[in-house]
């Protein structure tokens, strides 16, 4: 029988149209399931947004999972409220154990998140595969959480917090993370039926306003030995029948040099003509050369945040790069024979209709192959969401509709609601509705057929709700 249980919970069909052919792994789930097995716990992970769940439906195989003593989810800003009802449903149907909740959110705003949702019982901080059997044996064992670092807990009405947690461990000394225990047939992208997730690098110091990522992770990177990361991508190829790789840090060319040995550890064992892989990051990162040997590695895609054109969002983002630095990125993939997407953003603070349109000009240049356009949307965990809370700009406190891609919560000073909104769908249509897309699509479309199928897929809801 499971006595610990970690879930994943329902979120995907909240995400865009375009990003729902998408369906990641939980890979921090996935870790901390290895750490719990490491330390002799039995645990079982239910990926209930891959399995397609709805709230009962996992509600009812946490109960039918033998009803473990504890029951651990994971959470992002949206779907903390997903989470709770969660366990509520469990709780209805005799769920007794401890829920414990970690991720993005709950590492931002632990006892909040406890007072708010009063069937939630412990809210863990930050990066827990160094504490987490600890903090499942004194869950089964009814012990305080007093002294483990990074965590709150209920006792009785009140909140308890120790808000610092120890420092994470190295990531090689990580045991790899559990995908057995994942419903690996579910993962896929656009790029691939069978397409799989690795983090080779957590944390980042860039200074940007509206991230959440320096405060989970923190502020340096910390990376995993070339090699290492190359032996899980073998793995996922030969026994997982990977063909394509989601790198998800979020700097992948921080450092030069490790992606260079990345590069060739990939070559080295012939990864780069069995499978295509693709990676976020920052535009003054990357260079000719890094690219140039990214390309012979087989890397399909990078993703660049871009986020507006103008000066003055750009400063009051903080995100610390200048036009010229973006549109060298660019050029620079694009004459390494690699794949661009551009993460661009409206509703910047101070942004005005005008300044939306000098971003078009910007993407119009760029001429990446993708683009995905954010609400600017101030999240627990950055400076942005302090500061707009002091200011009164928060347009709301539900937490389930802080979906970037979807709704303007941050009232920018200039733009309205419905102005955000607009302006978001306005540059997405677009894009993807321009010729020059949807003939790259086509042609590519012949040597991946799984781009039709998402295309096919994401259509009708980017048709009637918009991308
Ligand atoms: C890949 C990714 C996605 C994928 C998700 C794939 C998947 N299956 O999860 C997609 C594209 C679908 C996505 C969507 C969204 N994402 Co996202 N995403 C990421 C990204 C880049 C990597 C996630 C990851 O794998 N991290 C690596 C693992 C090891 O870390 P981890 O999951 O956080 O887990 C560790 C700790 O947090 C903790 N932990 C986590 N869960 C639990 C549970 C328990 C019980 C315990 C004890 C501990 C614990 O321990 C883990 C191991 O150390 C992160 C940035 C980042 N670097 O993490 C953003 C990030 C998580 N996303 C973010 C956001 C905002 C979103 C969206 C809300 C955007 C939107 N569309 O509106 C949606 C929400 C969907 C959702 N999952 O809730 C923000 C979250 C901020 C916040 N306060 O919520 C992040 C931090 C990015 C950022 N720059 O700010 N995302
Ligand atoms: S947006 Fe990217 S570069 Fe900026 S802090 Fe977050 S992860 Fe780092």
Redesign the pocket.
């Known amino acids: 029988m499971t006595r610990t249980l970690?879930v994943?919970?329902p979120?995907q069909a909240?995400?865009?149209s375009a990003?729902q052919t998408?369906?990641?792994?939980?890979?921090?789930?996935a870790?901390?399931a290895a750490a719990l097995r490491d330390a002799g716990e039995s645990v079982s992970v239910l990926?209930a947004?891959?399995l397609r769940l709805t709230v009962p439906e996992a509600a009812e195989r946490i109960v039918r999972a033998g009803n473990a003593g504890v029951v651990?989810?994971?959470?992002?800003?949206?779907?903390i409220g997903r989470c709770a009802a969660v366990v509520e449903h469990a709780r209805a149907r005799g769920f007794a154990g401890i829920a414990?909740?970690?991720?993005?959110?709950p590492?931002?705003l632990p006892a909040e998140t406890l007072r708010a949702h009063p069937g939630l019982d412990v809210a863990?901080i930050?990066?827990?595969?160094g504490r987490?059997a600890e903090?499942v044996r004194r869950a089964h064992a009814r012990e305080s959480f007093a002294g483990i670092g990074g965590i709150a807990w209920r006792i009785g009405d009140a909140v308890e917090c120790e808000p610092e947690p120890p420092a994470?461990p190295e990531l090689d000394s990580l045991s790899g993370p559990a995908r057995d225990l994942l419903p690996m047939d579910r993962y896929r992208s656009p790029d691939s039926r069978n397409a799989h997730?690795v983090?080779a690098t957590?944390g980042c110091p860039a200074p940007c306003h509206y991230?959440?990522?320096p405060n989970?992770?923190g502020k340096t990177v910390r990376r995993r030995e070339p090699a290492e990361v190359a032996e899980e991508v073998g793995v996922l190829v030969r026994r997982w029948g990977a063909d394509h790789i989601n790198f998800?840090?979020?700097t992948f060319t921080w450092d030069a040099d490790w992606v260079i040995a990345l590069c060739d550890a990939f070559v080295e064992r012939g990864l780069h003509r069995r499978m295509s892989w693709q990676c976020?990051t920052r535009v003054d990162r990357v260079d000719g050369r890094v690219l140039g040997r990214m390309a012979s590695a087989g890397c399909l895609r990078v993703e660049f945040g871009i986020e507006c054109a103008s000066t003055d969002g750009l400063t009051a983002l903080r995100k610390g790069v200048r036009r010229e630095q973006v549109q060298r990125a660019f050029d620079r993939a694009h004459r390494a024979g690699i794949q661009t997407m551009a993460l661009a953003m409206v509703n910047v603070p101070g942004e005005s209709v005008a300044d939306v349109e000098e971003t078009w000009r910007l993407v119009q240049a760029l001429d990446p192959d993708q683009l995905q356009v954010?609400i600017c949307?101030p999240?627990?965990?950055?400076g942005l969401y302090d500061e707009a809370r002091a200011e009164g700009r928060l347009r709301t406190d539900d937490f389930a509709r802080?979906?970037?891609?979807?709704e303007a919560v941050l009232d920018n000073g200039v733009m309205t609601e419905a102005e955000a909104l607009a302006a978001q769908r306005l540059l997405q249509r677009r894009f993807w509705l321009r010729p020059r897309t949807v003939g790259r699509l086509a042609k590519r479309s012949i040597r991946r057929p799984s781009l039709l199928w998402a295309a096919a897929q994401a259509l009708p809801a980017f048709v009637r709700d918009g991308p």
Do not use: K, Q, W
């Open positions: 970690l994943a919970p979120y909240d995400i865009s990003a998408t369906v990641g792994a939980p890979m921090g789930l870790y901390l990926d947004n891959a651990g989810l994971t959470a992002t800003t949206p779907t414990m909740v970690g991720g993005a959110h590492s931002a863990v930050g990066e827990a595969e987490i903090i994470p997730t983090v957590r991230c959440a990522v989970l992770f998800v840090d979020d976020l954010s949307t999240y627990p965990g950055t802080y979906r970037f891609l979807r």
